[in-house]
Structures are given as C-alpha cells and as structure tokens.
C-alpha cells in the first residue's frame, strides 16, 4: 500500500535552530503510529511540520502520494484531520455545533451541515461515550470534555490519515482508553494515524507501530513490539525502567524507583 504520510530528511524549526534534525519516516493504512519522547523532542513540531502549520522546514514531505505543498488546504481538510494539543472553544456553540465543524470541508457552497452530517456527528458523540455533550455550551465545558469533543470532530471528518497531538491529555484513564480504543478499531479497518502519547503504557496497549523522538533525532522507529523494549527506552528518556509481563499478556513498561 502506498504510504500516506512521507517525511524524508526533515529538518523544522522555530528559531534559527533546528528542532528536527533529518527525520525520516512513513505512516501507511492501517497503522497507528504512536510517537513518543522527552519534553522539547520535537513530537509536536513533528505533526505540524508535516502539516506545514508554523515551523520552517527542509526536506521532503508527502502527503497521499503529493507533496504537501501541492495541496489546497480544503483539499487536504477532507483526507487529513489533525487534532491539536490545545483547543479554546468559542463562547455561543453547543459540543454538537463544534464536532460538525469537523465537516466543513465536505460541505457545499452555503457551507450548511445537512441532516446526515448532524446524523454522523450524533453516532461518533455516542461511539465516543460523551452524547451528554451534544447539548453543552462551549464555556461550560472542562478540558477533558474539550479534548473528546475536538476527536469526535476529527472522526467525524472521516479523514484518511488522523494526527493527535497528545489526544489523551486532560482525560481520565476510562477516556483515555476509549479514545484510543476507537482510533485502534478505525486503524484496523484502513485509516492511519499518528498519536503524540506521553503514556508508554498506552502506546504499548494500541499502537501498531512506534516512533521515538530524542533531541528532535529518530532514535528508533518501527513494530511496537520491536521498539518498545528497556534497552531503547532507557536511552530515550535518560532514566532505568522496569518491564513487566501482565497475566493477559501485555507488556507494562515503569521508572525503576530511585533507592531510598
């Protein structure tokens, strides 16, 4: 299958420095990529040098088989969603009027959500555990809250590639695992995605594949259960980690404690 998202030699930053240093990477269908590492790594940066939002870059980038830069932003809106890290939610609009932002750029020259657009945002509310939304004004809602509704808007752009920056962030551990749980279900049936994860935990759980940022550098990328192993995640996070073997069989990954 031909690679949805290609980065070859990227190189982005901010200031005169680069954050990212040569950056080599593919996301296929059926992948969820998680990426992970240190504060400062470049996970961020990463997603929005990729989507050409803020830093300078160099190097090649390739989006469904077309250069980025080849791309009207309406265009890509309907084959790529991104999910940011922070989100302020407008005063006046209700969870339901946020999420069917999510497609607008599917809509027709009045831009009007027509009944099955508010039939597809009502299912994605309720796959997502949080219909209880649909009716709540945006400054009433809590950072969790925000953060579910801005996924639902992604998944209601029904995108072929999904990027989350830290879509965890803000959310109790039942709603951590239940975004993920339906990303993970979306992935296995053709989407691809990239998720900034903080949790090791998490991204051994439901990530198909692993991308490990260090100092802006890739230190290892490929199969979670290839990456994720002591060794690389001690060098990337500078500290001793403990591995364990859960009865289900899941691998949980832990800070080994400092002796007292």
């Known amino acids: 299958m031909e690679p949805l998202l290609v980065t070859r030699a990227l190189v982005a930053g901010h200031g005169p420095r ?6 080599e990477w593919e996301v296929r269908p059926g992948e969820l990529w998680a990426v992970l590492g240190p504060n400062g790594a470049g996970k961020s940066t990463l997603l929005r040098a990729v989507l050409g939002m803020g830093p300078w870059t160099r190097g090649e980038v390739r989006l469904l088989g077309r250069e980025r830069a080849a791309w009207a932003p309406r265009e890509l809106a309907r084959k790529v969603a991104w999910v940011p890290q922070t989100f302020e939610a407008a005063e006046g609009f209700s969870g339901l009027e946020l999420v069917l932002m999510g497609r607008s750029p599917h809509l027709g020259l009045w831009g009007l959500p027509s009944a099955g657009d508010a039939a597809l945002a009502r299912e994605v509310l309720a796959e997502l555990g949080i219909a209880h939304l649909s009716d709540r004004p945006a400054e009433a809602l809590s950072g969790g809250e925000r953060r579910m509704l801005m996924l639902a808007r992604g998944l209601v752009q029904q ?3 999904l990027l989350l920056d830290e879509p965890t962030a803000f959310l109790d551990v039942a709603h951590q695992v239940g975004a993920l749980d339906r ?12 998720a900034v994860l903080h949790d090791v935990n998490l991204a051994a759980a439901f990530a198909t594949h692993v991308l490990l940022l260090r100092e802006g550098r890739v230190l290892a990328r490929g199969a979670a ?19 364990a073997l859960a009865p289900s069989g899941a691998r949980l990954f832990a800070p080994r404690a400092p002796s007292r």
Do not use: F, K
């Open 18 to 23: 680069p954050i990212l240093h040569g950056v």
């Open 159 to 161: 995108p072929e590639l």
């Open 183 to 194: 990303v993970r279900a979306r992935v296995d049936a053709g989407l691809g995605a990239v």
């Open 225 to 243: 259960g290839e990456v994720l192993e002591r060794g690389a995640l001690e060098s990337l996070y500078g500290l001793p980690m403990e591995t």
